[in-house]
């Protein structure tokens, strides 16, 4: 139903869109705000953003209202639609020029063109560093000055930690395995049996501790060497370094 709109507003799930879908209806409602309605200041936008809240759908009425959308919240279709349409309809006044002697086959060609999503991005744009500080926060990454430091952090946290090969390793290193407290020597003896055992698990449990910060110190390693040993890129000007 909505697929045709959010596809000519490049929303990047529009082909699998599903306004019953709770998390999708909010995420929509907060990039169509972000990205393509912008009727709120970015910081009048954080009530729509933090679409976990249990007041998102009061302050979703109030965002309705704020932009005389003629619908209730509860009118979820009728809403979206409406929505769709006001951000089709601001999208084509911001670029009158663009779009005035577009083609379908020009439209085809510009969809089927691959080019490098970073090569016309606008670092300086308020809504690029609103959605970095939303991403890093969301991910508890140290704040930089550099946007696109951050955005390469991001990147590298993703790619390590929440790629469906690194979720399947998590998985795997949770189940565990068995260990025969016999065959590790405690180095002294308590004179209870029982004791011995648990001075045993309690040192195999911070030998498994020691190992995983030291994992984890690696990753840092290597996470912040890929960023300094990059050297700053300005895509606008189509150069390398300062």
């Given amino acids: 139903m909505f697929r045709r709109k959010l596809a000519a507003l490049e929303y990047h799930n529009s082909g699998a869109f599903d306004c019953k879908d709770e998390v999708g209806f909010r995420n929509l409602i907060l990039w169509l705000e972000d990205q393509k309605i912008r009727h709120y200041k970015i910081e009048e936008r954080d009530n729509l953003r933090n679409v976990n809240s249990n007041e998102w759908s009061t302050h979703f009425e109030k965002y309705l209202a704020d932009v005389s959308c003629p619908f209730k919240a509860q009118e979820r279709q009728e809403t979206i639609d409406w929505l769709l349409g006001l951000a089709v309809r601001l999208e084509y006044s911001d670029n009158v020029d663009k779009y005035k002697n577009c083609t379908a086959d020009n439209a085809r060609n510009d969809a089927t063109k691959k080019t490098d999503p970073l090569i016309n991005l606008d670092v300086n744009h308020p809504d690029f560093k609103a959605g970095v500080m939303a991403l890093a926060n969301l991910l508890q990454i140290q704040r930089h000055d550099d946007y696109l430091v951050m955005l390469k952090a991001i990147r590298i946290l993703v790619q390590e930690r929440l790629s469906p090969e690194a979720i399947a390793k998590a998985n795997r290193s949770k189940e565990g395995f068995t260990v025969s407290l016999e065959k590790h020597l405690l ?34 390693i290597v996470a912040v060497q890929s960023i300094i040993a990059d050297p700053k890129t300005d895509h606008r000007l189509g150069k390398v370094g300062r």
Avoid: P, S, Y
């Fill in 187 to 220: 180095g002294f003896d308590t004179g209870d049996a029982t004791l011995n055992e648990a001075a045993r698990v309690l040192r195999l449990l911070h030998i498994e501790e020691l190992r995983d910060l030291q994992t984890r110190i690696n990753e840092a």
